[in-house]
Every structure is written in C-alpha cells, then in structure tokens.
C-alpha cells in the first residue's frame, strides 16, 4: 500500500513547516553536518532560497497534510562523474516508519531517470549506525555496493559508511518514457 504524501519543488512559504521538521536531534544525527541544528525558520529560507536559485541540483519537498515534512535531492555530479547523482533525504520524526521515505525514494528515483537522460546510477551514502535508511534503501531497489571503513566522522566518531545504489535499467527507461508522457509533477 502506496503512503500518503507528495513530491513537489519547494516553495518559500515551506520555511515553517521545514523548520518544524527539520529542528530535530534526531533528523540531523543522520545527516552531514552542513545541514544546520538547531534548524531555524531563517535556515529554512535560505535553503529554499538556493534551491530556487537551482545551486543544489534537483531537490524536492516532502509534502503530507499540505505541510512540507521533510526533504528529497540529489547533487549532480560532473567531470568524469557527470552519468551519476548522489541522492538524500530526511523526514521529520513523527513520520517515520509510514513507509513515506521508501516510497518517496523510489518515486524520486523514477523522476530523475526520467528527467535527466544521461543519468545511468544514482547512489546514497549512509551512516553505519543508520539501518533503518540503509533498509529504505534496500526496499526502493538500491543494492549496497561497498561498506566504506572509517568512511565518515559523525558526532566526533569516525564511522564506516554504507554505500547504496541503482543502476538505470530497461524498467527505468519504461517508467521514464511513462512519466514522459503523462507528465505528472513529482
């Protein structure tokens, strides 16, 4: 059964709900350090501001009951790097375990595909203590590729990273053409 949300582009009256959500210990224990807490409502601002700026490749908010709950992008990668896209995403507390972020990932992975051709493999990576990403991952269709030993620094300790990925196939390029055509905003 399909969870209950949306993806749409970000919009600046997002800043409350996205500092609601996101100003939470929690949330940024499994999230890179650039992502600020406390997370404050001028935080939130900036950041869609930058994304309305398109300075963070494609991003996405997470939307349930019209409220902005959490969030979804991928960089774009360049250079000798550019057929790949590194995905993230966070979800306020009091939405997990809804299965929104497994479905939320598997249709934003669909999305990119879709909208961004010369996209062959997007991957995650993710903290070593975080298992209940590392299983959205799994259950979105990603594969771990590599654990990454002390990969990362978290919290003053240095952890190993899991590294996930999806590898574009021929159902990607079924749904891409699908998604094409009925041009559903994501």
């Not at 709900?17 to 609601?20: I, K, T, V």
């Not at 996101?22 to 210990?25: D, E, R, T, V």
């Not at 990403?133 to 030993?149: D, M, N, P, T, W």
């Given at each position: 059964?399909?969870?209950?949300?949306?993806?749409?582009?970000?919009?600046?009256?997002?800043?409350k709900?996205?500092?609601?959500n996101?100003?939470?210990?929690n949330?940024?224990?499994?999230?890179?350090?650039?992502?600020?807490?406390?997370?404050?409502?001028?935080?939130?601002?900036?950041?869609?501001?930058?994304?309305?700026?398109?300075?963070?490749?494609?991003?996405?908010?997470?939307?349930?009951?019209?409220?902005?709950?959490?969030?979804?992008?991928?960089?774009?990668?360049?250079?000798?790097?550019?057929?790949?896209?590194?995905?993230?995403?966070?979800?306020?507390?009091?939405?997990?375990?809804?299965?929104?972020?497994?479905?939320?990932?598997?249709?934003?992975?669909?999305?990119?595909?879709?909208?961004?051709?010369?996209?062959?493999?997007?991957y995650a990576?993710?903290?070593?203590?975080?298992?209940a990403?590392?299983?959205?991952?799994?259950?979105?269709?990603?594969?771990?590729?590599?654990?990454?030993?002390k990969?990362?620094?978290?919290?003053?300790e240095?952890?190993?990273?899991?590294?996930?990925s999806?590898?574009?196939?021929?159902?990607?390029?079924?749904?891409?053409?699908?998604?094409?055509?009925?041009?559903?905003?994501?």
């Open positions: 059964m399909k969870s209950k949300f949306s993806l749409r582009d970000w919009q600046l009256s997002d800043a709900s996205l500092a609601e996101a100003n939470n210990i949330v940024w224990n499994s999230l890179n350090d650039y992502f600020p807490h406390p997370y404050s409502e001028k935080d939130g601002e900036e950041f869609i501001t930058k994304v309305l700026n398109n300075e963070f490749g494609a991003q996405k908010a997470i939307i349930v009951d019209e409220q902005a709950v959490g969030g979804i992008g991928v960089f774009l990668k360049t250079d000798n790097f550019r057929h790949t896209a590194e995905l993230g995403y966070w979800l306020g507390e009091k939405y997990w375990k809804r299965g929104i972020m497994t479905d939320a990932v598997k249709e934003f992975t669909d999305y990119l595909f879709a909208h961004f051709p010369h996209l062959q493999k997007i990576q993710i903290f070593d203590f975080n298992t990403s590392q299983k959205v991952l799994q259950k979105a269709g990603f594969e771990r590729e590599a654990i990454l030993k990969g990362a620094i978290k919290n003053g240095v952890i190993d990273l899991h590294y996930y999806i590898i574009k196939n021929k159902n990607h390029n079924e749904n891409s053409k699908n998604l094409k055509k009925q041009q559903q905003p994501v």
